[in-house]
């Protein structure tokens, strides 16, 4: 049974972490955030130290970590606000844990460069929770890409629609600084996916960027794509709205949908399982979807010209 620790255990997506530790029959044994409402603790692990102060926390990790090789952290999870990531992986690899780090990894590629200098002087590994490369619809459609010509180009289309109330701007989700705007904190899930896919980035245009919506083209060595991303109510379609839907997510695949909207919710356990296994994605395997966000955020948009998403229009 492995030991864990959970960096941001208030927020919304430390509960999948803690199920997916207890799914895979390990413990939490300690937990941190600056926010104490962790009741939700209580339902996975009720035994686990928390704190609400990184001091505090550190002082209880160092403790574990010289007492005895059972009572040491094995994996330190971290669900903390994304900026805070590169911080907080450098804080579990040097306490002697593996970090398993919810995406996206960091802001900028070159955070990942740090990082892998202190996997070196560790020994201690970063695991990034890149769940759409385990779900089974985007794994067979991987498989399928390969199985074709080399040098075969599919024309594709990504429109996911999340609509988002009035908070998400107020949160540090809204704050580009923080979470690196919306192609960082909601696409990087689809450019890595796009990446594992259909291969290396070739090309990157960007068409649009506001607070609650992005655009652009990319072009991979298997695929050309248009993607439009929105946070924005009413962009999604009037017909799914009209069924009381707030969410519109469409992949097509020369024209053929891609069906991939179920299967999403035992993906951290299926991405824990991977890890414990020692399969885990590592740092470099998120350098491209970083390298991609990282550019489109400093990018000039084009505005309406070229390949541009038909959303847009
Ligand atoms: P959230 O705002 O609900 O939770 C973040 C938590 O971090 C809060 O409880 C906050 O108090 C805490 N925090 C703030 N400053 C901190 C600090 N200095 N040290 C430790 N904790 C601190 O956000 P969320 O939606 O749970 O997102 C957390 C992470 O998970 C983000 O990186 C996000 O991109 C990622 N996420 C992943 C998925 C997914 O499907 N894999 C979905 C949502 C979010």
Not at 129 to 143: N, S, T
Not at 216 to 230: D, H, I, K, P, Q
Not at 250 to 279: C, K, M, P, W
Request: glycine letters at 8%; one cysteine or more; a negative charge.
């Amino acid at each position: 049974m492995k030991k864990f620790a959970l960096i941001g255990a208030a927020g919304y997506i430390a509960p999948r972490h803690m199920q997916a530790i207890k799914a895979t029959g390990n413990e939490l044994v300690a937990a941190y955030d600056p926010n104490d409402s962790v009741g939700i603790i209580d339902s996975h692990f009720p035994e686990a130290h928390f704190f609400t102060e990184f001091e505090r926390f550190d002082r209880h990790v160092d403790k574990l970590h010289r007492q005895a090789e059972n009572k040491k952290i094995d994996f330190m999870s971290i669900c903390s606000p994304n900026y805070l990531h590169d911080s907080h992986m450098r804080f579990a690899l040097r306490s002697g844990a593996d970090a398993i780090c919810e995406k996206p990894l960091v802001l900028n590629p070159w955070n990942i460069d740090g990082l892998l200098e202190i996997e070196k002087d560790t020994g201690h590994k970063v695991n990034t929770i890149l769940q759409l490369r385990v779900h089974p619809a985007i794994v067979a459609l991987r498989e399928k890409v390969k199985s074709q010509p080399r040098d075969k180009k599919y024309e594709v289309d990504l429109t996911y629609i999340t609509s988002r109330g009035k908070w998400y701007l107020q949160s540090w989700k809204g704050d580009i600084n923080k979470s690196g705007g919306i192609a960082t904190n909601i696409g990087v899930h689809f450019f890595d996916m796009l990446h594992f896919i259909f291969g290396d980035l070739q090309q990157n245009i960007v068409h649009h960027v506001s607070e609650t919506k992005s655009s652009g083209f990319l072009e991979y060595e298997n695929a050309r794509v248009r993607w439009f991303l929105s946070i924005d109510l009413e962009d999604v379609p009037a017909d799914i709205l009209a069924t009381g839907q707030r969410t519109f997510r469409s992949i097509t695949v020369d024209g053929e949908d891609i069906e991939f909207s179920g299967g999403f919710t035992d993906l951290h356990n299926r991405s824990y399982e991977q890890i414990l296994a020692g399969n885990g994605f590592g740092l470099e395997e998120n350098r491209t979807a970083i390298s991609t966000v990282a550019h489109i955020r400093d990018a000039q948009p084009i505005g309406l010209q070229g390949d541009y998403h038909p959303f847009l229009s």
